[in-house]
Protein backbone atom coordinates (compact mmCIF):
# COMPACT_ATOMS: atom_id res chain seq x y z
CA UNK A 1 0.00 0.00 0.00
CA UNK A 2 2.78 2.53 0.89
CA UNK A 3 4.00 1.85 -2.56
CA UNK A 4 0.83 2.76 -4.17
CA UNK A 5 0.44 5.88 -2.31
CA UNK A 6 3.84 6.57 -3.31
CA UNK A 7 2.97 6.12 -7.04
CA UNK A 8 -0.46 8.60 -6.37
CA UNK A 9 1.68 11.08 -4.78
CA UNK A 10 4.09 10.89 -7.97
CA UNK A 11 1.04 11.15 -10.39
CA UNK A 12 -0.69 14.29 -8.36
CA UNK A 13 2.67 16.15 -8.73
CA UNK A 14 2.86 15.14 -12.47
CA UNK A 15 -0.75 16.73 -13.22
CA UNK A 16 0.44 19.79 -11.49
CA UNK A 17 3.50 20.31 -13.24
CA UNK A 18 1.68 19.35 -16.83
CA UNK A 19 -0.74 21.68 -16.14
CA UNK A 20 1.05 24.89 -17.30
CA UNK A 21 2.69 22.79 -19.87
CA UNK A 22 -0.37 21.46 -21.23
CA UNK A 23 -2.25 25.10 -21.53
CA UNK A 24 0.61 26.74 -23.18
CA UNK A 25 1.24 23.41 -25.53
CA UNK A 26 -2.46 24.06 -26.43
CA UNK A 27 -1.59 28.28 -26.55
CA UNK A 28 0.62 26.93 -29.28
CA UNK A 29 -1.32 24.45 -31.28
CA UNK A 30 -3.91 27.24 -32.03
CA UNK A 31 -1.14 29.85 -33.29
CA UNK A 32 0.74 27.24 -35.34
CA UNK A 33 -2.58 25.31 -36.81
CA UNK A 34 -3.64 28.54 -38.02
CA UNK A 35 0.40 29.57 -39.14
CA UNK A 36 1.35 31.54 -36.75
CA UNK A 37 5.37 30.16 -35.40
CA UNK A 38 5.00 31.31 -31.48
CA UNK A 39 8.83 30.73 -29.86
CA UNK A 40 7.18 33.68 -28.13
CA UNK A 41 5.08 30.77 -25.06
CA UNK A 42 7.85 31.47 -22.88
CA UNK A 43 7.85 35.09 -22.70
CA UNK A 44 3.71 35.26 -22.38
CA UNK A 45 3.51 32.79 -19.74
CA UNK A 46 6.44 34.96 -17.60
CA UNK A 47 4.50 38.33 -18.38
CA UNK A 48 1.34 36.61 -17.10
CA UNK A 49 3.17 34.94 -13.45
CA UNK A 50 4.32 38.56 -13.08
CA UNK A 51 1.05 40.79 -13.45
CA UNK A 52 -1.01 38.03 -12.15
CA UNK A 53 0.78 37.90 -8.71
CA UNK A 54 1.21 41.48 -8.78
CA UNK A 55 -1.91 42.60 -9.27
CA UNK A 56 -3.20 39.98 -6.71
CA UNK A 57 -0.94 40.68 -4.22
CA UNK A 58 -1.84 44.50 -4.30
CA UNK A 59 -5.67 43.66 -4.65
CA UNK A 60 -6.09 40.64 -2.41
CA UNK A 61 -8.32 39.10 -5.05
CA UNK A 62 -6.45 36.13 -7.23
CA UNK A 63 -9.52 36.54 -10.26
CA UNK A 64 -8.21 40.18 -10.84
CA UNK A 65 -4.55 39.01 -10.73
CA UNK A 66 -5.53 36.08 -13.50
CA UNK A 67 -7.16 38.94 -15.35
CA UNK A 68 -4.60 41.13 -15.37
CA UNK A 69 -2.08 38.18 -16.16
CA UNK A 70 -4.14 37.09 -19.35
CA UNK A 71 -4.23 41.27 -20.06
CA UNK A 72 -0.32 41.07 -19.75
CA UNK A 73 -0.26 38.20 -22.51
CA UNK A 74 -2.86 39.28 -24.58
CA UNK A 75 -0.67 42.81 -24.94
CA UNK A 76 2.11 40.54 -26.00
CA UNK A 77 0.01 38.34 -28.34
CA UNK A 78 -1.18 40.89 -30.04
CA UNK A 79 2.75 42.69 -30.40
CA UNK A 80 2.95 39.43 -31.96
CA UNK A 81 0.35 39.67 -34.23
CA UNK A 82 0.93 43.13 -35.80
CA UNK A 83 4.69 42.24 -35.92
CA UNK A 84 4.23 38.79 -37.88
CA UNK A 85 0.34 39.35 -39.40
CA UNK A 86 0.06 43.17 -40.26
CA UNK A 87 3.91 43.64 -41.10
CA UNK A 88 4.58 40.76 -42.41
CA UNK A 89 7.64 40.38 -40.41
CA UNK A 90 9.49 37.62 -39.23
CA UNK A 91 7.57 35.15 -36.77
CA UNK A 92 10.87 33.72 -35.12
CA UNK A 93 12.55 36.72 -34.56
CA UNK A 94 9.38 38.28 -33.25
CA UNK A 95 8.70 35.21 -30.38
CA UNK A 96 12.47 35.63 -29.72
CA UNK A 97 11.95 39.77 -29.10
CA UNK A 98 8.87 39.10 -26.65
CA UNK A 99 10.52 36.70 -24.37
CA UNK A 100 13.41 39.02 -23.97
CA UNK A 101 10.99 41.91 -23.67
CA UNK A 102 8.90 39.99 -21.09
CA UNK A 103 12.52 38.15 -19.14
CA UNK A 104 13.47 42.49 -18.92
CA UNK A 105 10.24 43.81 -17.67
CA UNK A 106 9.08 41.96 -15.45
CA UNK A 107 11.89 42.17 -13.26
CA UNK A 108 12.56 45.94 -13.64
CA UNK A 109 8.57 46.44 -12.79
CA UNK A 110 8.77 44.03 -9.83
CA UNK A 111 12.08 45.76 -8.76
CA UNK A 112 10.05 49.19 -9.13
CA UNK A 113 6.90 48.00 -7.19
CA UNK A 114 7.76 45.85 -4.39
CA UNK A 115 11.61 46.17 -3.71
CA UNK A 116 12.19 42.83 -3.11
CA UNK A 117 14.98 41.95 -5.82
CA UNK A 118 12.23 41.19 -8.41
CA UNK A 119 9.79 39.23 -6.81
CA UNK A 120 6.45 39.79 -5.36
CA UNK A 121 5.21 39.45 -1.56
CA UNK A 122 4.60 35.97 -0.99
CA UNK A 123 0.39 35.22 -1.68
CA UNK A 124 -1.90 34.20 0.87
CA UNK A 125 -5.61 34.01 1.33
CA UNK A 126 -7.68 35.46 -1.36
CA UNK A 127 -4.83 36.28 -3.22
CA UNK A 128 -4.33 32.57 -4.58
CA UNK A 129 -6.12 29.54 -5.83
CA UNK A 130 -6.47 26.95 -3.54
CA UNK A 131 -7.37 22.81 -3.63
CA UNK A 132 -10.57 22.40 -4.91
CA UNK A 133 -11.98 19.31 -2.40
CA UNK A 134 -14.27 17.30 -4.67
CA UNK A 135 -17.93 15.86 -3.17
CA UNK A 136 -17.33 12.91 -1.44
CA UNK A 137 -13.42 13.23 -1.24
CA UNK A 138 -12.84 13.09 2.50
CA UNK A 139 -15.85 9.59 2.54
CA UNK A 140 -13.92 7.68 -0.08
CA UNK A 141 -10.45 8.85 1.25
CA UNK A 142 -10.01 5.65 3.92
CA UNK A 143 -11.25 3.23 0.98
CA UNK A 144 -8.35 1.26 -0.40
CA UNK A 145 -7.33 1.59 -3.63
CA UNK A 146 -10.41 3.64 -5.20
CA UNK A 147 -9.73 6.37 -2.30
CA UNK A 148 -6.35 7.39 -2.46
CA UNK A 149 -7.10 7.65 -6.61
CA UNK A 150 -10.01 9.97 -6.11
CA UNK A 151 -9.03 11.93 -2.84
CA UNK A 152 -5.15 12.27 -3.83
CA UNK A 153 -4.82 12.35 -7.46
CA UNK A 154 -8.15 13.29 -8.57
CA UNK A 155 -9.46 15.78 -5.68
CA UNK A 156 -7.75 18.82 -4.56
CA UNK A 157 -6.44 20.57 -7.25
CA UNK A 158 -7.23 24.60 -7.96
CA UNK A 159 -9.68 24.79 -10.79
CA UNK A 160 -6.89 26.27 -13.02
CA UNK A 161 -5.92 22.41 -13.33
CA UNK A 162 -9.64 20.88 -14.05
CA UNK A 163 -9.81 23.88 -16.39
CA UNK A 164 -6.77 22.97 -18.21
CA UNK A 165 -7.55 19.43 -18.59
CA UNK A 166 -11.31 20.22 -19.31
CA UNK A 167 -9.33 22.43 -22.34
CA UNK A 168 -8.23 18.98 -24.53
CA UNK A 169 -11.63 18.35 -25.41
CA UNK A 170 -13.20 21.54 -25.98
CA UNK A 171 -10.30 22.38 -28.45
CA UNK A 172 -10.45 18.98 -30.19
CA UNK A 173 -14.23 19.45 -30.61
CA UNK A 174 -13.71 23.23 -31.24
CA UNK A 175 -10.58 22.69 -34.40
CA UNK A 176 -12.27 19.42 -35.28
CA UNK A 177 -15.72 19.48 -35.43
CA UNK A 178 -16.42 23.30 -35.86
CA UNK A 179 -16.69 25.54 -39.34
CA UNK A 180 -14.51 27.80 -37.27
CA UNK A 181 -11.74 25.12 -36.44
CA UNK A 182 -12.15 24.17 -40.25
CA UNK A 183 -11.50 27.68 -41.78
CA UNK A 184 -8.60 28.06 -38.94
CA UNK A 185 -6.55 24.99 -39.19
CA UNK A 186 -7.46 25.38 -43.53
CA UNK A 187 -5.54 29.00 -43.26
CA UNK A 188 -2.26 27.10 -41.38
CA UNK A 189 -2.44 24.45 -44.80
CA UNK A 190 -3.80 27.37 -47.63
CA UNK A 191 -4.66 30.54 -47.10
CA UNK A 192 -4.90 31.55 -50.82
CA UNK A 193 -8.04 29.11 -50.76
CA UNK A 194 -9.43 30.44 -47.88
CA UNK A 195 -9.29 33.73 -48.88
CA UNK A 196 -10.93 32.93 -52.06
CA UNK A 197 -13.39 31.40 -50.08
CA UNK A 198 -14.29 35.51 -48.79
CA UNK A 199 -12.81 34.44 -45.27
CA UNK A 200 -10.36 37.18 -43.68
CA UNK A 201 -7.15 35.38 -43.13
CA UNK A 202 -6.31 38.72 -41.11
CA UNK A 203 -9.33 38.15 -38.87
CA UNK A 204 -8.12 34.31 -38.20
CA UNK A 205 -4.86 34.40 -37.58
CA UNK A 206 -5.43 36.91 -35.09
CA UNK A 207 -8.27 35.02 -33.57
CA UNK A 208 -5.46 32.19 -33.04
CA UNK A 209 -3.00 34.42 -31.50
CA UNK A 210 -5.24 35.89 -29.57
CA UNK A 211 -6.67 32.07 -28.08
CA UNK A 212 -2.89 31.80 -27.82
CA UNK A 213 -2.80 34.46 -25.80
CA UNK A 214 -5.70 33.74 -23.40
CA UNK A 215 -3.91 30.44 -22.95
CA UNK A 216 -0.48 31.31 -22.31
CA UNK A 217 -2.19 33.89 -19.69
CA UNK A 218 -3.92 30.82 -17.58
CA UNK A 219 -0.58 29.26 -17.60
CA UNK A 220 1.58 32.11 -16.14
CA UNK A 221 -1.32 32.87 -13.75
CA UNK A 222 -1.10 29.30 -12.90
CA UNK A 223 2.54 29.28 -11.80
CA UNK A 224 2.15 32.48 -9.93
CA UNK A 225 -1.28 31.93 -8.02
CA UNK A 226 -1.55 28.36 -7.62
CA UNK A 227 1.69 26.49 -7.98
CA UNK A 228 3.96 28.54 -6.59
CA UNK A 229 2.63 31.38 -4.34
CA UNK A 230 4.21 34.06 -5.63
CA UNK A 231 6.39 35.67 -8.71
CA UNK A 232 10.19 34.86 -8.47
CA UNK A 233 12.48 35.97 -11.44
CA UNK A 234 12.41 33.74 -14.89
CA UNK A 235 9.83 31.42 -12.70
CA UNK A 236 8.68 30.11 -16.20
CA UNK A 237 11.79 28.14 -16.46
CA UNK A 238 12.12 27.28 -19.72
CA UNK A 239 8.45 25.93 -20.00
CA UNK A 240 7.44 27.74 -23.05
CA UNK A 241 10.01 25.69 -24.92
CA UNK A 242 9.16 22.30 -23.15
CA UNK A 243 5.77 23.17 -24.62
CA UNK A 244 7.13 23.89 -28.12
CA UNK A 245 8.72 20.57 -28.14
CA UNK A 246 5.15 19.28 -26.46
CA UNK A 247 3.43 20.19 -29.56
CA UNK A 248 5.99 18.96 -31.77
CA UNK A 249 6.42 15.70 -30.53
CA UNK A 250 2.05 15.48 -30.31
CA UNK A 251 2.20 16.42 -33.86
CA UNK A 252 -0.50 19.35 -33.68
CA UNK A 253 -2.91 17.83 -32.05
CA UNK A 254 -4.96 18.23 -28.55
CA UNK A 255 -4.84 14.77 -27.66
CA UNK A 256 -1.54 13.82 -27.76
CA UNK A 257 -0.81 17.19 -26.49
CA UNK A 258 -1.99 16.00 -22.81
CA UNK A 259 -0.16 12.64 -23.49
CA UNK A 260 2.82 14.66 -24.44
CA UNK A 261 3.00 17.06 -21.49
CA UNK A 262 1.81 14.74 -18.57
CA UNK A 263 5.41 12.99 -20.15
CA UNK A 264 7.08 15.92 -19.33
CA UNK A 265 5.21 16.60 -15.94
CA UNK A 266 6.29 12.97 -15.25
CA UNK A 267 9.88 13.75 -15.79
CA UNK A 268 9.40 16.72 -13.38
CA UNK A 269 8.15 15.26 -10.41
CA UNK A 270 10.59 12.15 -10.77
CA UNK A 271 13.32 15.31 -9.64
CA UNK A 272 11.48 15.74 -6.52
CA UNK A 273 11.22 12.07 -5.80
CA UNK A 274 14.50 10.10 -6.92
CA UNK A 275 13.85 7.50 -4.55
CA UNK A 276 10.86 6.41 -6.59
CA UNK A 277 13.80 5.69 -9.02
CA UNK A 278 16.05 4.28 -7.02
CA UNK A 279 12.75 1.62 -5.56
CA UNK A 280 12.24 0.64 -9.06
CA UNK A 281 15.79 0.59 -10.34
CA UNK A 282 18.04 -0.02 -7.57
CA UNK A 283 20.17 2.26 -8.49
CA UNK A 284 20.75 5.96 -6.72
CA UNK A 285 20.18 8.86 -9.43
CA UNK A 286 21.04 11.71 -8.75
CA UNK A 287 18.17 14.66 -8.49
CA UNK A 288 19.76 16.78 -11.06
CA UNK A 289 20.05 14.17 -13.66
CA UNK A 290 16.71 14.00 -13.53
CA UNK A 291 15.99 17.68 -13.55
CA UNK A 292 17.70 17.94 -17.08
CA UNK A 293 15.33 15.28 -18.33
CA UNK A 294 12.78 17.22 -19.55
CA UNK A 295 15.90 19.86 -21.22
CA UNK A 296 17.38 16.80 -22.43
CA UNK A 297 13.92 15.48 -23.74
CA UNK A 298 13.20 18.61 -25.55
CA UNK A 299 16.41 18.93 -27.67
CA UNK A 300 15.62 14.85 -28.70
CA UNK A 301 12.35 15.86 -29.66
CA UNK A 302 13.49 18.87 -31.78
CA UNK A 303 16.67 16.88 -32.58
CA UNK A 304 13.69 14.96 -34.78
CA UNK A 305 14.64 11.54 -33.33
CA UNK A 306 11.47 10.68 -32.31
CA UNK A 307 9.85 10.97 -35.44
CA UNK A 308 9.22 13.14 -38.38
CA UNK A 309 6.37 16.14 -37.48
CA UNK A 310 4.93 17.79 -40.34
CA UNK A 311 3.90 21.31 -39.44
CA UNK A 312 1.17 23.19 -41.03
CA UNK A 313 2.51 24.00 -45.08
CA UNK A 314 1.83 27.66 -44.50
CA UNK A 315 3.02 27.86 -41.00
CA UNK A 316 5.63 30.76 -40.92
CA UNK A 317 4.75 32.44 -43.22
CA UNK A 318 2.83 35.82 -43.57
CA UNK A 319 0.35 35.64 -46.47
CA UNK A 320 0.13 38.71 -48.79
CA UNK A 321 -3.03 38.46 -50.80
CA UNK A 322 -3.19 38.69 -54.32
CA UNK A 323 -4.60 41.45 -56.41
Known amino acids: MDAYLTLIQLLDSTVRLATPLLLACLAGLYSERAGIFDIGLEGKMLAAAFFSAAVASLTGSVWVGLAAGIGASLAL ?29 TVLIAQDWFRQGGRTPSLMGGARFEGITLPLADTLEPVPIIGPLYAELISGHSVLVYLAFATVPFTWWLLFRTRFGLRLRAVGENPAAVDTAGVSVVGLRYAAVAICGVLCGIAGAYLSTALQAGFVKDMSAGRGFIALAALIFAKWRPWYALWATLLFGLFGALETRPDVIEAAIGLKVQGQLLGALPYLMTVIILAGFVGKAIPPRAGGEPYVKER
Open 77 to 105: SALHGVASITFRGNQLISGVAINFLAAGM
